[in-house]
């Protein structure tokens, strides 16, 4: 099927939010499904945010091929090329599974600890991927069409003025009739902006909702996960030059990121240790 990159992006611009149908093959939800399952049944939540019957796995990018694949899937690097600048980077990633009775999370917007004044561009994109299909029981991800031009104050009125960067369940505003299921087939993806307000569903059926997300954000910005303690350097040494770029082995000109005045794809090369040991001098 072709990918048609333009309508992804007017939508995404439109509307804040845009489905990519056919993200993984069959193939790949096989192989996503795989390399979760020994991970799977021992984590969950730790708060409400998390979700106290939702079990997250993070890193998950360095959780087995499939998910380096998906990470760097040339049509979704197509599309968010178009918001954020060259040399973009890996923010979150981890699967998430929602079992049964788990209740709606808070409404919230992914960038939002980035506490920088609304309406404004998306400092990160995020994307949903389902690996179970998201039906309006198991939780598909609720989103709120068009909210991310809203600002601060219109966010304010329907979350309340007291939601901190986790967001508000904000029934009492209201909020139910603005949330919209994204009702969609296993290996559809859901990508949208770091401001548009959603939350996992509430899970009524019977079986657990697997899903996975990946999230990216400008080159400039912190990462939520710090991928340079969390994926091993022997591992991020045998990933493509790419996924080493979204990890961070990178500069964003002309020098953040520098590692004591080189180059941080350096410290990926056999035998390298930090400038401070190899120059390191009695005193
Ligand atoms: O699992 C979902 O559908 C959404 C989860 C989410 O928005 C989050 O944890 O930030």
């Not at 991310?148 to 508000?168: F, M, R, Y």
């Amino acid at each position: 099927m072709s990918f048609d990159v333009e309508a992804h992006e007017a939508r995404l611009r439109r509307d804040g939010y845009t489905v990519i149908a056919d993200f993984l093959s069959a193939e790949q939800i096989g192989a996503a499904r795989a390399a979760l399952t020994p991970h799977l049944g021992a984590h969950l939540g730790r708060n409400p945010f998390e979700g106290h019957e939702t079990e997250r796995v993070y890193t998950l990018v360095a959780r087995g091929k499939v998910f380096e694949d998906v990470t760097e899937e040339p049509r979704l690097l197509s599309l968010l090329d178009r918001f954020l600048q060259p040399g973009y980077l890996l923010t979150a990633s981890q699967a998430i599974c929602i079992y049964p009775g788990e209740k709606a999370q808070a409404v919230h917007f992914d960038d939002g600890f980035y506490r920088q004044p609304r309406p404004r561009p998306a400092i990160s994109l995020s994307v949903i991927c389902a690996i179970d299909a998201f039906t309006a029981q198991n939780g598909a991800t609720d989103v709120i069409s068009g909210s991310h031009t809203w600002s601060g104050a219109e966010v304010d009125s329907l979350l309340g003025s007291n939601a901190d960067g986790v967001g508000s369940t904000g029934t009492e505003r209201g909020i139910e009739k603005h949330l919209r299921p994204m009702v969609m087939p296993a290996g559809a993806a859901i990508v949208f902006q770091g401001t548009l307000l959603h939350r996992g569903g509430a899970n009524r059926s019977d079986a657990p909702r697997l899903a996975f997300t990946n999230q990216y954000c400008e080159p400039w910005a912190r990462t939520q996960e710090n991928f340079y303690l969390g994926v091993p350097r022997a591992w991020a040494a045998r990933m493509s030059p790419r996924l080493q770029s979204l990890l961070g082995y990178n500069i964003w000109p002309p020098f953040m990121g520098q590692v004591t005045a080189s180059h941080p794809l350096k410290s990926l090369q056999p035998g390298w240790q930090p400038p401070v040991v190899t120059q390191a001098r009695d005193v």
